[in-house]
């Protein structure tokens, strides 16, 4: 679980530095072939990172189903890859499985249903951090040539800014994950 999570976060790390890469290059380059190479080579990137970071959280899904009873997660373990596909599905799911994850993680609130258990406002922050940057690199795309360096330069920086929500949020996990309550051993 360590491993993975600490794969993912190095690789969402590269992933945004790629992107504020590609965003100087737009600042600096008329050259659009070398900033659309730099933006594919970023894309590659974010896709390894987003398989790592979807391999680490479905070992934590399967860890925050042995801590609390999988039957109080709102999806099932398949929504952990699929919530990411679907299309507008994909808009609210992975957050619903993130933040059940963090709850059932959570051993200090053994007796308290896993709804009834406060949400994770680190959770909460990486998700729209991580939406907006995404909306704003795809109206960026479509954006006029004047404003896409500005637009792709804000999308990197919150990109940039969704990377340390999620490294903070998968150490966190893993500690929850790895405590071991008082009375056992």
Known sequence: MRGIGTAATVTIAFAAATRVFTAGLLWTSVDVASSLAADLVALAVQVVAGVLFIAWMRQARLNA??????????????????????????????????????????????????????????????????????????GAGRSAVDDMALLYTVSALGLAGAGVLAARMIKQVVEMQELVPVGES
Do not use: C, E
């Open 65 to 138: 189903d042995a801590i609390t009873s999988k039957h109080q997660h709102r999806y099932t373990n398949m929504w952990v890859v699929v919530g990411w596909i679907v299309p507008f599905a994909n808009l609210f799911i992975p957050y619903a499985v993130m933040q059940d994850i963090w709850r059932g993680s959570d051993r200090t609130q053994p007796m308290v249903g896993l709804q009834k258990r406060p949400q994770s406002r680190l959770v909460t922050a990486w998700w729209i951090t991580f939406i907006g940057s995404n909306a704003l690199g795809v």
